[in-house]
């Protein structure tokens, strides 16, 4: 027998844990090796999990939705054929020897015993009613003479409590009945789980009538797309949380999700009681006769808070979406974003690209496009520049001796997909065929959901391209936590005024806009402009001399 422990694989260096999204197999799939196990979501990427070995998937430890740390086990894989059948087919008949055990119990018991510790039930049952009518006329009394002698119960209550059991011990002794210990714990035992069972099917009414007047009975996914874990499900229906509530809190943990915590402060917090009783309250009480009339001056059917009556459609945002939300909102209240705008004029660059892109795709097997050579240039300014290539922690100025460039690719047609930027590692120490090279790697491994958390990580510099789509310029926001993000918009045919030999005269040349977004907490405007004039001034003078 073989058994593969399959555990949260480690996706990058700065994820500690992942999110189970989806199990592709269930128990008793058979799996060959590095075949799609599972789907794991962490707050950089989606990734799919292979079986790493060829077996029978027997045991699933994490159900969907459930976050788990790098490193714990998730799953079970049995590699050997039989001894997963047997493994099977010894979890289905676990059931059935159960039944089995507990009618051969009932069986074995004697019927004669049974009817005798039946009635030393009843007949406890009344004592215990007599003990407990007995121990509540002693309360009374104690509680009289200790409000008269304006003393605390505490002394009493215990001496009471003595007392009663003296009583109760007297009273046993004079009714001459001895109950057989083995008797009395079987009889206690059954009152007992009736009792419990009775307790158990009161609380349970009590928790659907609460989270029935609260909505619907929370559920592992919501609406919205989040995942709500077992444990928070549980404290949910305790507390009488309804899914509508759930939906409604905002989760601290990764993507937003709902944690213990954020449950439990909910409850503390007493809003789950007022949203629930809110609407009661607001009826109850006295009102002043002109509240009410003040109140009713605008009849319900005169607002209708609903869209009119227009063909819509509600579309729930999706785990990326939700991220790129958050991430972009952050960077607004994070950073003061200043936008500088500059023109260049790229026609020794679309000259030396049109003479050399044949054979660079011939040698290469890609295309040659714009961005290396973008890319290249503001790497060159940021050798001038280094405050540009930084980032901010409090008060203190944090600058980066590697340029991690990272670049924005748009997913799906036209960007329906979202948003994502791969990061080039050490782009400063690379020539523009390496950078033409692993620019579209990360493109590539974008598009097809296949980059790592690494692949994401450690930017320290960002470019976007929104010219890709036919815009003349944009405002980028900055990549958190850097303090700048370059832009480059379409290349157009424009007629420009040029000086030829002392003269001006009127040219068509390949233009484009240039823009970069900065942090003005550590970037003032003056270093701002000078950096992306010094871009301009790279891209203008292009060597198109130069080997590629």
Do not use: C
């Amino acid at each position: 027998m073989a058994r593969i422990e399959v555990t949260m694989p480690k996706m990058g260096e700065s994820i500690m844990e992942g999110t189970v999204v989806e199990w592709s197999k269930k128990i008793g799939d058979t799996v060959e090796q590095d075949e799609t196990l599972l789907e794991i979501a962490t707050d950089k990427v989606d990734s799919e999990v292979p079986a790493p070995e060829s077996g029978v998937l027997v045991e699933i430890l994490v159900e969907e939705g459930e976050t788990v740390e790098v490193g714990e086990p998730i799953a079970i894989i049995e590699t050997d054929a039989d001894a997963a059948k047997d493994a099977s087919q010894k979890g289905d008949s676990t059931g059935e020897a159960a039944e089995d055990v507990s009618e051969q119990d009932e069986q074995d018991e004697d019927p004669g015993e049974e009817a005798e510790a039946s009635d030393d039930a009843d007949d406890a049952d009344e004592r215990q009613k007599e003990d407990v009518r007995s121990e509540q006329d002693d309360e009374e009394e104690v509680s009289l003479k200790d409000a008269e002698k304006d003393k605390t119960s505490d002394g009493k209550s215990s001496q009471n409590g003595t007392g009663t059991s003296e009583k109760r011990s007297r009273h046993k002794e004079d009714d001459g009945k001895q109950v057989d210990s083995k008797t009395e714990s079987k009889a206690g035992s059954r009152t007992g789980a009736a009792a419990g069972a009775s307790g158990r099917q009161l609380d349970r009414s009590e928790e659907a009538e609460t989270v029935a007047e609260g909505g619907s009975t929370p559920q592992r996914k919501g609406s919205d797309g989040r995942f709500f874990t077992p444990l928070v499900r549980a404290i949910a229906k305790e507390e009488g949380i309804s899914q509508e509530e759930l939906e409604l809190l905002e989760g601290s943990g990764n993507q937003g999700r709902v944690t213990k915590q954020d449950v439990l402060d909910y409850v503390k917090s007493g809003k789950a009681k007022k949203d629930r009783t809110g609407d009661a309250e607001d009826g109850a009480g006295l009102r002043k006769p002109g509240d009410a009339k003040s109140k009713q001056t605008i009849e319900t059917e005169e607002i209708d808070p609903r869209w009119p009556d227009q063909k819509v459609e509600i579309i729930k945002m999706d785990r990326m979406r939700k991220v790129i939300s958050n991430h972009m909102i952050r960077s607004k209240q994070t950073s003061a974003h200043v936008t500088t705008f500059g023109e260049a004029d790229v026609t020794r660059l679309v000259q030396y690209r049109d003479k050399h892109k044949d054979k660079f795709q011939k040698e290469n097997g890609f295309k040659l496009t714009f961005t290396p050579f973008f890319v290249e240039a503001t790497i060159q300014a940021i050798r001038e520049f280094p405050l540009i290539n930084s980032s901010v922690d409090g008060d203190e100025i944090i600058l980066k001796r590697s340029i991690n460039y990272g670049i924005a690719v748009a997913l799906g047609d036209v960007g329906t997909g979202g948003l994502i930027v791969p990061v080039i590692k050490n782009a400063g120490e690379m020539n523009i065929q390496g950078i033409a090279r692993k620019t579209y790697e990360l493109a590539q491994k974008a598009r097809s959901k296949k980059l790592s958390p690494d692949d994401l990580v450690g930017g320290t510099f960002t470019l976007t391209n929104y010219g890709s789509v036919g815009n003349l310029m944009g405002t980028p926001i900055i990549n958190q936590p850097q303090v700048a993000i370059f832009g480059t918009g379409i290349i157009q045919k424009r007629p420009v005024v040029i000086e030829v030999d002392g003269s001006d005269t009127i040219a068509i040349r390949h233009m484009v806009y240039l823009s970069m977004s900065y942090d003005h907490r550590i970037i003032d405007g003056a270093m701002g402009g000078a950096f992306v004039q010094r871009v301009k001034q790279y891209l203008e003078n292009f060597d198109i001399d130069r080997t590629i």
